[in-house]
């Protein structure tokens, strides 16, 4: 069973930035597509990164030019960069790791942000 340890949610001010991290255990992390998604009160979780094994990422059209979601095998994590952060922003988010049919998820980390 794969484990996904996320780190990096707090409390930030609207344009502020966050830096959000997952690190599944196991030693398969290059072959996982890896991927963030976020869930806000009363709404239904959806996709906000992700990325491949080799690199190739997408976005939702609300985060396009804010997030950077970005992976670095040697240290077995994936990164979710968020700039230019607006009260829209505010949710749980989870880290998701993919494996032909395999699929896991984190605990999910609190984002909020403040105006």
């Known amino acids: 069973q794969v484990q996904l340890v996320e780190s990096g949610g707090g409390l930030v001010q609207a344009g502020g930035s966050l830096r959000l991290s997952c690190a599944p255990s196991?030693?398969?992390?290059?072959?996982?597509?890896m991927g963030w998604y976020r869930q806000a009160p009363g709404k239904q979780r959806e996709l906000v990164a992700r990325?491949?094994?080799?690199?190739?990422?997408n976005y939702a059209d609300s985060v396009k030019g804010r997030f950077t979601i970005s992976r670095d095998n040697a240290k077995n994590t994936v990164y979710l960069q968020m700039n230019s952060l607006r009260l829209e922003d505010t949710a749980v988010y989870y880290c998701?790791?993919?494996?032909?049919?395999?699929?896991?998820w984190g605990q999910g980390t609190q984002v909020t942000v403040s105006s």
């Open positions: 998701n790791a993919v494996l032909i049919s395999s699929n896991y």
């Open positions: 196991g030693s398969r992390f290059g072959f996982y597509a």
């Open positions: 990325i491949t094994p080799g690199g190739n990422t």
